[in-house]
Structures are given as C-alpha cells and as structure tokens.
C-alpha cells in the first residue's frame, strides 16, 4: 500500500510540474533574423510574466531564410493582431527567450490551434538594434579615417605647409 500511494504521489507530481495541466494554443514565431540562444523549452514571456514555451525551431520548408519558431501559449493570454515576439536575453549568461509584446492597438484577439498555428512577426531585439548601430558607426568611423589618409598624403601635407608659410 505505501509503494502504491509512493507511486500515485511520484505520478501526480510528475504531472504537476511538468506544466501540461495547461491548456495552451500554438502560434509560429517568423523571423530573419539569428536566434542564437534560443533552445527548445526556452521560456515564452507576456509583460514579464512567464506565459509558454519554445516547443521547436526550424528553417521554413518554403524559405530557408526564413526560421520558424514553434510556441505554446496559455489560451488565457490576449494574443491581438498588434502583438510582436522580440529575443530577450537574461542576465550575463545569454540564456534567450521569446517576448511578446503587445501595443494594444490590435484590432481583435487572434485565434490559433494546434492544426493551424496563427503566425506573429518577431522584431529586432534591443540587443540586435545596439550591435547595427555600432556596427555602423565602425563603418562610418573607418570611412572618415580612410578619407583623412587620403587627405593627409606627403604631397597634400607639403602644400598644406606651403600655405601655412604664404599665410605667415
């Protein structure tokens, strides 16, 4: 009797935790962009508050540019037409997860199941948007010092002296 109720306690807390008590809708994440740190099982977030999870990425059959993430959501979350995904990052250790956001302008709630997921467009992370703009600021950079050495050649810097000395 006490292995049994051992076992029906093992059982039921097994189910507990594994978090499939749930009821969830299934929605496909599309994006261009890398998801580098985003695993399977990687948590989905609404506002902060942990909502679902990541259940599968792959490249789209139709467009290998593409990556296609599959999510579950809890059904009690207001997925709206307004809403976009954005790859958050937590801590120093990189540890990726999916984060809805909602601007409430959404003309109505999207409805999704298992056998056709709804499709929400993911964004550039603020991390994504810090590394274009630096990137492009090293662009920049490096064209002005290119032009400066252009500029600064021993012929031009020899007429630049001898009108320093006509100016004297």
Do not use: C, K
Not at 30 to 54: K, S
Request: no cysteine; net charge negative; aromatic share 4%.
């Amino acid at each position: 009797l006490f292995l049994l109720l051992l076992g029906a306690a093992a059982v039921a807390s097994l189910w507990w935790f594994s978090g499939r008590n749930e009821e969830t809708d299934r929605y496909i994440v599309e994006t261009r962009d890398n998801v580098t740190g985003l695993n399977p099982q990687a948590q989905v977030r609404f506002r902060g508050i942990r909502v679902g999870r990541v259940e599968m990425i792959q490249l789209d059959p139709a467009d290998a540019l593409n990556t296609l993430i599959t999510i579950s959501v809890r059904q009690d979350i207001p997925i709206t037409r307004s809403t976009v995904a954005r790859l958050g990052y937590q801590g120093v250790t990189g540890i990726a997860h999916i984060l809805l956001e909602d601007s409430g302008q959404g003309a109505g709630r999207v409805h999704s199941n298992r056998d056709n997921p709804a499709r929400i467009a993911m964004q550039d992370s603020f991390v994504q948007e810090v590394s274009d703009a630096g990137s492009e600021a090293l662009r920049q950079a490096r064209d002005l010092l290119s032009g400066m050495n252009d500029l600064l050649r021993p012929e031009n810097r020899q007429l630049l002296t001898q009108t320093l000395s006509h100016i004297e």
